[in-house]
């Protein structure tokens, strides 16, 4: 057992972190996918994480969105624990219910897009506001329509995920995505099953997000130049851990870590 | 005696026999739907008891005879006090046989909606309980929906079972015309072409319709 005295049941003071993962562990049987992970991602903050495959960057975002157990540590989310409930003075193990409480600060976009096929684009915006937050329908419509038209999407709003195209698609799931209302948005790997002509839209629409909005991003990606554009801090993973972060010019400007270095010439060699 | 003869004087009771058939057939289906929902979703849960009671069920309805069950629920329940009309016990006896199929369908056509429809779904913070009636079993309906047409047909034949314990089925009234007149020939041939018809020309066609109607609602077609 962990000794969880070592974590705070709360994070308080100035300058709390939005995302804050202390000494967090996964591991699949013996194999240790994240070892020992801190990160911490102040409010309105874009963090980007990069790193080969393997290296437990998915891992991350997906902890995050508690599709996937932690095996030791905790996250934290807006100062209050994620992965864990305060309970006569110590943190344990969340229970379902606080994890659909704390989950409601958070929205993730997906690789494949995973929009609802038996609903429209406008539905499957709505979907979240009307059956989670309880939201009447006309009140989900306006909002969704308004993200629809940020996402570009507006004029296909009746069509089926079917017949739009993977740019279409994922533009859509951002929406639905927004449309929650999170403090913290995950995209992973949101451009990496597109045709190339189509991932301009997409990150766009991102650059967009970044620019006129303050939401806290995380963001695994293979774009390393749109990474570097529109991040304000750059992770790159390595085996499970962090082996080196900076500021894009930085990272990628002047990478000071050997596997850095050859992982960045290796991807520039790759285009 | 002609074949339209035959049919002339005896067609009252075969239609009385096919509308008993026909009834038998809508309370089987309409209960081995319920019953298949309520056993896929408990094979598939994670508490032990739940899961168990669903596995016993299933394995006791489609590892034996769909006639003994009959007997069974007919003959063998009132000795434990619960006695159901003949009626009754025909159509609960081909649920509870369906069901158990149905079950596995349930569980495979659940099981066939891709992970990231769950994950989408959690994403948005859905219920457990809305994302499977919202999300998920949508779709699994459409996966499911050609094995269930098989099922359906099956079901529609087994109902010939239930003339063994004198409910006045087709294959009742045809089981005693034939005892009355010796006309085997006709009433048999009559009666396959009775159950041929409802088959080949009423539920396959109904099924056709509820997977295309389905997949145009899924966005597919």
């Known amino acids: 057992m962990e000794d969880m005295s070592a974590f705070p049941l709360e994070i308080t003071g100035e300058d709390v972190p939005m995302v804050s993962f202390r000494k967090v562990r996964k591991a699949y049987g013996s194999l240790v996918v994240l070892d020992n992970l801190d990160l911490d991602v102040a409010a309105g903050e874009m963090v980007t994480i990069i790193g080969p495959s393997g290296s437990g960057k998915t891992t991350v975002l997906r902890m995050l969105m508690t599709l996937e157990q932690i095996n030791g540590g905790v996250i934290y989310v807006d100062g209050q624990p994620l992965t864990h409930m305060s309970k006569g003075g110590t943190l344990v193990p969340a229970n379902q219910r606080h994890l659909r409480k704390r989950r409601a600060d958070i929205g993730m976009c997906f690789q494949h897009f995973n929009l609802f096929p038996h609903m429209t684009a406008l539905e499957n915006c709505m979907e979240g506001p009307v059956q989670v937050l309880g939201l009447p329908k006309a009140e989900a419509r306006a909002r969704s329509e308004e993200l629809l038209e940020l996402v570009g999407m507006i004029d296909k709003k009746d069509q089926h995920p079917s017949r739009l195209s993977g740019g279409q698609q994922q533009r859509v799931a951002i929406a639905r995505a927004l449309a929650m209302r999170p403090k913290v948005m995950l995209f992973d790997e949101v451009t990496s099953a597109l045709d190339p002509e189509v991932i301009g839209e997409v990150t766009n629409v991102i650059r967009k997000l970044v620019s006129e909005h303050n939401l806290t991003m995380l963001m695994v990606t293979h774009q390393m130049g749109f990474a570097r554009d529109i991040s304000d801090r750059v992770c790159f993973f390595y085996d499970g851990k962090i082996e080196e972060q900076g500021k894009p010019a930085d990272l990628f400007g002047n990478p000071k870590r050997e596997r850095t270095q050859q992982f960045l010439s290796a991807v520039k060699e790759a285009v | ?221």
């Open chain 2, 1 to 221: 005696m002609s074949f339209f003869e035959f049919v002339s004087v005896y067609w009252p009771r075969l239609l009385t026999g096919t509308g008993i058939t026909v009834a038998q057939f809508f309370l089987s289906a309409i209960f081995a739907v319920l019953l298949s929902l309520a056993f896929g979703l408990m094979k598939m849960s994670s508490n032990r008891a739940v899961k168990g009671f669903a596995v016993t069920y299933i394995e006791i309805f489609r590892g034996t005879s769909l006639l003994v069950q009959l007997y069974w629920i007919f003959f063998v329940l009132p000795l434990f006090g619960v006695t159901l009309e003949k009626f009754t016990a025909g159509y609960v006896a081909i649920a509870m046989n369906t069901g158990a199929y149905g079950a596995e369908l349930v569980r495979g056509g659940i099981l066939a909606v891709p992970k990231g429809q769950w994950e989408a779904a959690t994403a948005i913070n859905m219920s457990p309980a809305k994302r499977m009636w919202r999300i998920i079993l949508p779709q699994a309906l459409v996966n499911m929906l050609p094995p269930w047409g098989n099922l359906m047909i099956e079901v529609l034949k087994g109902t010939a079972l239930v003339s063994l314990i004198s409910v006045a089925d087709l294959m009742f009234q045809a089981k005693q015309i034939n005892a009355s007149t010796y006309l085997s020939a006709q009433i048999f041939g009559t009666a396959l072409i009775i159950y041929y018809i409802l088959a080949r020309f009423m539920l396959t066609p109904f099924m056709r319709w509820l997977e295309a109607f389905m997949s145009r609602k899924l966005g597919k077609a």
